[in-house]
């Protein structure tokens, strides 16, 4: 069974950088794709990208595109969210999921990491 951990998130100001990191184990090899998405209180969960885990494509949204870069590392079994000239906006409690072969949405999921962006 594939396990998610997020780690990476924390309180910032407005205009600064944060990576979030997300491993996966426990047949790892099984994942087509990986992506984040976030949730802050009283809206609902949203997608901000995602990344196929063999070609290497990537989609994100457009609020956070060209801010936001994910990238996976195959060695590790790990996916990253790498983002730019954060805004308080960004503030939500963001996701790493993966979805397996097969699959046609996002199943698995991780506990989440609080990202605060101050103004």
Known sequence: QVQLVESGGGLVQAGDSLRLSCVSSGRAFSIH?????????????EFVADIV?????????????????????????AVHLQMNSLKPEDTAKYYCAAKKTGSTSYHIWGQGTQVTVSS
């Open 33 to 45: 794709q990986m992506g984040w998405f976030r949730q802050s209180p009283g809206k609902e969960r």
């Open 53 to 77: 885990w063999r070609g290497g494509g990537t989609s994100y949204s457009d609020s956070v595109k060209g801010r936001f870069t994910i990238s996976r590392d195959t060695t590790k079994d």
